[in-house]
């Protein structure tokens, strides 16, 4: 991104906080492993990423405002969950806990019933939404350390991968300094506790901020997602090792291929527009609903649905792989009711927006003009009508 290019992107960000907030939705991200973190090889469909290091030396020292990241190392860290993993989640949450400090642990605990925090979450960077909790950069090693492994328990190896390498992508922007207020950075990213954590009575853990957000509900032995932001900028940048690292990788090359492989009648279905739009329901819309549109997976050939499901289960596989083959047995009940529509042109590589709706699923994936190159810049939303923050389950 050239320098006149960032220049505008941070003015217009500053000046039209409010006009993005309830437009954009999203932004990019990046997420810091411990360096004792197991290593393992990342999935095929995401490069292995460099995750920021803990701070050896500086452990317990508070990071200030726009210092830079802990220079990353090499590692790709495993999620391997056996047994009851909501066990798992809630000895790695209260195990956090205790590593932190009473003033620290006051910040990060809401009560179940704070529905404001719940919502509390933005693709926006630091300085454009006030979040709560406390925030990854004034954490020390050990807490980082401890952090993660609540986030390893919850989620599959490719979710953990991937929301690494998004949350990595952000330390990309710092290279180009802030600007309106405006900080960029792994550490400017927020952890929140809403609800003690049980494995009987239901609570949330809450992560993100710039281009990444997971929420995470948990209720005995279930677990939802929804709403998660997976988004990134740059959505391809180079680690610390020199491999390419593109965080959505898999994910756009799969829907352009599935586009492609629709015939003429098929596409006139899908495709409802020339040029890609904006998210429908991101960050700020909550409870509302979208209209199915586009072409339904019933009609499709058998080949067609194995990639529409191959390219939801990258959002419902998130999560741990019990988990996630209950959320995805779920979707393909329904998979009749399930549409695919598509924005923008159908060469791969281009700026297009697809939209897959269900009556238990929406997916969005949305370029963005601002700050150059659309393609390299995405929003993206995980959600579940009936189930967002884990509604259906606490009934």
């Not at 050896?56 to 391997?80: K, L, N, R």
Request: negative net charge.
């Amino acid at each position: 991104m050239s320098r006149l290019v960032r220049f505008w992107y941070f003015v217009l960000v500053s000046t039209l906080t409010v006009s993005v907030l309830a437009a954009c939705g999203t932004g990019a991200a990046t997420s810091a492993a411990p360096t004792n973190a197991p290593a393992t090889t990342a999935p095929a469909t995401i490069a292995a990423t460099s995750a920021p290091a803990t701070a050896g030396a500086a452990a317990g020292a508070t990071a200030a405002a726009g210092a830079t990241a802990v220079a990353p190392t090499e590692t790709v860290a495993t999620s391997v969950v056996t047994g009851n993993a909501t066990s798992a989640i809630v000895a790695a949450a209260n195990a956090f806990l205790a590593a932190l400090d009473s003033t620290q642990q006051a910040n990060v605990q809401f009560d179940w019933s704070d529905t404001a925090q719940k919502q509390r979450w933005s693709n926006l960077p630091q300085g454009a939404f006030d979040r709560a909790g406390v925030m990854w950069g004034d954490l020390t090693d050990a807490q980082k350390t401890a952090w993660l492994a609540v986030m390893q328990a919850t989620l599959s190896t490719e979710g953990y991968n991937r929301v690494l390498a998004e949350w990595n992508a952000d330390d990309q922007l710092t290279q180009g300094g802030g600007g309106g207020g405006l900080t960029f950075g792994s550490q400017y990213y927020w952890i929140a506790l809403i609800g003690a954590p049980s494995e009987t009575d239901p609570w949330q853990w809450q992560w993100g901020g710039h281009h990444v957000t997971v929420n995470a509900t948990i209720v005995a032995a279930n677990i939802a997602l929804t709403p998660s932001f997976i988004g990134c900028q740059p959505c391809t940048y180079t680690d610390a090792s020199g491999a390419t690292v593109r965080p959505l990788g898999d994910i756009e090359d799969e829907a352009f291929a599935l586009v492609n492989s629709l015939d003429a009648t098929q596409q006139a279905a899908a495709i409802l527009g020339s040029n890609p739009i904006d998210l429908v329901l991101g960050p700020g819309q909550d409870g509302k609903t979208i209209q199915a549109e586009g072409l339904p997976a019933a009609q499709m050939t058998a080949e067609q649905q194995a990639a529409l499901i191959k390219l939801i289960s990258h959002y419902t596989g998130l999560v741990n792989d019990t988990a996630a083959a209950a959320r995805l047995a779920e979707v393909q009940s329904t998979l009749d009711q399930t549409t695919f529509a598509w924005y923008g042109p159908t060469a791969a590589g281009s700026a297009a927006y697809f939209r897959i709706t269900g009556p238990t699923l929406v997916i969005e994936y949305a370029p963005q003009s601002m700050g150059g190159n659309a393609a390299n810049h995405i929003h993206g939303i995980y959600r579940d009508p009936t189930n967002d923050y884990g509604a259906k389950l606490t009934q």
